[in-house]
């Protein structure tokens, strides 16, 4: 039995991994434009280099693509995950293994092995993901996300605190310190894709980095 329920859910999280790893702003770019986003730009296959370099209404398209494919593999591998009654962190194994999934849908898009281990940046999956958790998991990404923009001018910061507000908001509002686990595995698996490897690693993190809030948003190659 165990050994069944642990290729079940070592299958739901791989199929989770290749679907959020599906590049939707690539795919989009090439039919429309002919061209490819990983050669334009910042060569971020995601959807900000959509918007700014191929079309604002088509990058759009994408970036909802990208929230709605995290939110669906969380509610799928919620509701085919098996219901058991095991308690772990606070959580059910259902639960547990949805968490898994969307960390790994999004894991899928920032690493996608459809585009040689390149892709986003993550932030759209993450909002469909924490969304499916919890529809209020929005206005708590959007709180943490605005503060490291206007505050600490860095999207580093804005990133981590877009990760970090929700996952407390959602270990206190569901009683689980599994949401600790995610915010954990959520950091290691999009802080990175944020680090300007031109500069020196301590220049990253640097508080009030960029001058102005428009560079924050200005596509810039990593």
């Not at 070592?10 to 199929?15: F, N, T």
């Not at 040689?116 to 940046?121: A, I, P």
């Not at 569901?174 to 990175?192: D, E, F, Q, R, T």
Request: glycine residues 10%.
């Amino acid at each position: 039995m165990i050994a069944i329920e642990t290729f079940k859910d070592s299958g739901i999280l791989v199929a989770a991994y290749l679907i959020g790893a599906i590049n939707f702003c690539y795919m989009l770019s090439k039919i429309i434009s002919g061209k490819k986003l990983t050669e334009i730009g910042d060569k971020n296959p995601g959807g900000w280099n959509m918007v700014f370099n191929i079309s604002k209404i088509w990058g759009a398209i994408g970036i909802i693509l990208d929230v709605g494919k995290s939110y669906i593999v969380y509610l799928l591998a919620y509701s085919l995950s098996s219901q058991l009654n095991i308690i772990f962190l606070g959580t059910t194994h259902n639960q547990f293994i949805a968490m898994l999934s969307g960390v790994a849908a999004v894991l899928g898009h920032n690493y996608s092995p459809y585009l040689r281990f390149k892709g986003g940046k993550g932030i759209a999956a993450l909002f469909g993901f924490l969304t499916a958790i919890h529809p209020l998991a929005i206005p708590v990404i959007a709180i943490g996300m605005l503060i490291g923009i206007l505050f600490a001018k860095n999207m580093i910061w804005a990133v981590g605190l877009g990760i970090i507000f929700p996952s407390i908001f959602l270990m206190i509002y569901k009683n689980s310190v599994m949401y600790l686990l995610m915010a954990v595995l959520l950091i290691v698996v999009m802080i990175p894709k944020q680090i300007n490897r031109s500069i020196p690693l301590s220049a990253n993190f640097k508080f009030r980095k960029e001058k102005t809030l428009g560079d924050l948003f200005k596509p810039k190659i990593r």
